[in-house]
């Protein structure tokens, strides 16, 4: 494993780092003891960067993540968010859900296409809630749930233009770093523009986007100016929401495409960048991840990975060699 400093703190993480969005989840069911072995062997592995979030599984997730890591915390980084609430009607769920889990076991692979289809609108239609009281109960959950005094990198979680734009939170946020809940706050970004806007305020440590072989905005908008300022990049998404690891069929998507012209200019991106996994020893799943750690303003890229298996797969793309000028022709 290979690290990197984390923008201008006296963090150092691994270039690759677990993203738990998926980790405890309801309709895209994991063994949560296999999830706990998936963790420990990351560790085991040189993984110490660890990105989740308060709504991931409504707090699943960070309580897996604190099991797993039970005794190890001095030698790992923990990265959450907030800024989503839940309902009353998805707190009640969040309470039921091990006991409904057994009941829709049958329906999960039904129903997987169809949560990958609402995903997108669903994050969007979720309240938010980025007040003073709100944030500080929320890290203080965060902690509780993975049983640790302190969060490395607190996030907030997609924030709106606007709220950016002014950022009377940061007093909040600072205030918690004061207390020691919190060592560095960051930004978990939208879009491009937010970050840039992100970019204004010099408390940030961090920004996280979305970098992948289908979504290269942030490369040249963003990456020169983070550099600039030193800001640590935490790029998400690497293999495009599963885009690049299944490719839609016949022009089909379930993915938020606006236009379905989209959809056949993304196939046919795809397909070239497929004649690259041909003859070699690379899966499309390593090119991906290759891609984005050859950028070095990138601090860590956070992959989703449930099992060991994706874990090692993950992992190879750390030897492969180097593109050459003609693969990168066909990246671009």
């Known amino acids: 494993m290979r690290y990197r400093i984390f923008g201008n703190t006296n963090l150092e993480v691994s270039e690759i780092g ?4 998926r980790v405890g989840g309801l309709i895209d069911q994991k063994d949560p003891k296999e999830i706990v072995r998936t963790i420990a062997q990351a560790f085991e592995r040189g993984i110490n960067f660890y990105d989740t979030a308060d709504m991931y599984g409504q707090g699943e997730s960070e309580k897996l993540i604190g099991k797993a890591l039970k005794g190890k915390r001095d030698k790992v980084i923990i990265a959450s968010k907030a800024g989503y609430c839940l309902s009353t009607k998805r707190s009640f769920s969040t309470r039921i859900k091990p006991l409904i889990k057994p009941l829709v076991k049958p329906f999960i692979s039904w129903a997987r296409p169809m949560k990958k289809s609402l995903l997108p609108g669903r994050s969007a239609q979720l309240p938010q809630n980025f007040s003073a009281p709100y944030i500080t109960e929320a890290v203080e959950a ?42 560095y706050y960051g930004v978990a970004c939208r879009t491009v523009e937010d970050a840039l806007i992100s970019l204004k305020y010099p408390g940030f440590s961090s920004l996280q986007v979305e970098i992948n072989l289908l979504n290269q905005e942030a490369i040249t908008k963003l990456l020169p100016l983070s550099e600039q300022k030193n800001i640590a990049i935490i790029a998400r998404q690497p293999f495009a929401a599963g885009l690049l690891i299944k490719p839609p069929i016949d022009g089909k998507s379930t993915h938020d495409f606006t236009k379905q012209a989209e959809v056949h200019n993304k196939i046919k991106q795809i397909e070239r960048q497929q004649l690259l996994t041909k003859n070699c020893t690379r899966t499309m799943m390593q090119l991906a991840l290759e891609f984005v750690l050859q950028f070095e303003s990138i601090s860590v890229v956070v992959a989703g990975m449930s099992n060991r298996k994706h874990l090692e797969e993950n992992l190879a793309a750390l030897t492969a060699l180097p593109f050459s000028k003609e693969e990168l022709a066909t990246l671009y």
């Open 142 to 183: 965060s902690l509780r749930r993975l049983q640790t005094d302190y969060l490395d990198v607190f996030q907030l979680h997609d924030p709106p233009s606007t709220l950016l734009e002014n950022c009377d939170i940061i007093e909040t946020l600072e205030d918690l770093k004061l207390q020691g809940k919190i060592r």
């Open 18 to 21: 677990m993203g738990c969005a």
